[in-house]
């Protein structure tokens, strides 16, 4: 399971969601950025949504929903398949239901870090089940919902091929079941089951998208699988440099980028070269490795934040207390009493 929320990174259209949703209800795209810790004018827009904006997000939707609905269904009314990026476009021209939902399974995980699917051919019948990996608490049910009814809207598509899946849910329904049509059609939608699963029938595969365009999706398609290689590629350098800087911080002792390179053979050039290929950046590694430390000894301990500040390599507690705030968008003291409540 993952267990920073900062670990996780979404494509920032999902921004654009939260803002068409704020909007619809009276807000502007200036409270959007407020919430999301960025200036108003939006010159310091970044290319991607960590965990922590997604949760602040979903909270400050939850606060300006309409009480009567769904959350899931009201924010997935501005949710079209387009917000997924270059995923968006490679399912919508897949030339039928089975080349879509195998784009899906293939790439989801660059949209959704936060979500496992797995496949299961049972019969006749095709069970895609999904498992949340990190625990996002009172907004889990609400993203299971989104996850489901994301897929779901692909059939919106296939020709007449509106009513042939099935989502289930683990979690009751907290709403009349007729509020979640937006979602899917109420018959079709299962409360109280045993897994949160869509559920279609094999023969729907070979059901023809109208939006199908074979060279389109080729050629995105080939864009999103040099991702996945580079996230591969990622994973295996930035874990090892991040797993030595935490190793080093928790032992008492906060290396440069000299000393972790040395144990790692290589040249400290070399170091930042690898890192800035895989769009990181050793400082931003320590950064990162410094906070969660800090976030990890506020749950564990009952250490004086100055204490803590030092210990997570910071010289002053402003320096620690905005540097905190801007990733969790608390300050320590307040995190900390979170955890009391």
Known sequence: MVTRLSQLCFPWQYADIFESFAVSRGFTAKDVRRVLGLSESGADMPSELDGNQLVRMLDYA????????????QLLEHTPLTSHGTLGIVVMTSPDLRTALDAALRFYPLVMPACEIVRQDRGALVHLDFRLLYDFGVHANTLMEMLQG?????????????????????????????????????????????????????????????????????????????????????????????????????????????????????????LGRRLADEEQTFRALVNEVRLEHAEQLLRETHKPISLIARAAGFTNDSSFARAFSQRTGVSPSAFRARLDD
Do not use: W
């Not at 598509?157 to 979640?180: I, K, S």
């Open 150 to 270: 994301v897929f779901h809207s692909i059939m919106n598509h296939v020709p007449n091929g509106v009513d042939r899946m099935q989502l289930h849910f683990v979690h009751t329904a907290a709403f009349a079941h007729e509020t979640y049509a937006a979602l899917a059609d109420p018959a079709r939608i299962q409360f109280g089951q045993l897994y949160n699963r869509l559920v279609l029938h094999k023969e729907s595969l070979a059901l023809s998208l109208a939006t199908s365009s074979r060279t389109t999706m080729q050629i995105f398609a080939a864009q999103l699988e040099k991702q996945v290689q580079d996230r591969l590629q990622q994973a295996e350098f930035s874990r090892t440099v991040r797993a030595m800087i935490k190793r080093e911080l928790t032992a008492g002792r906060l290396h440069g980028v000299e000393e972790i390179a040395n144990c790692l053979h290589i040249s400290s050039r070399t």
């Open 62 to 73: 939850l606060r300006i929903a309409d009480p009567a609905l769904p959350l899931s269904v």
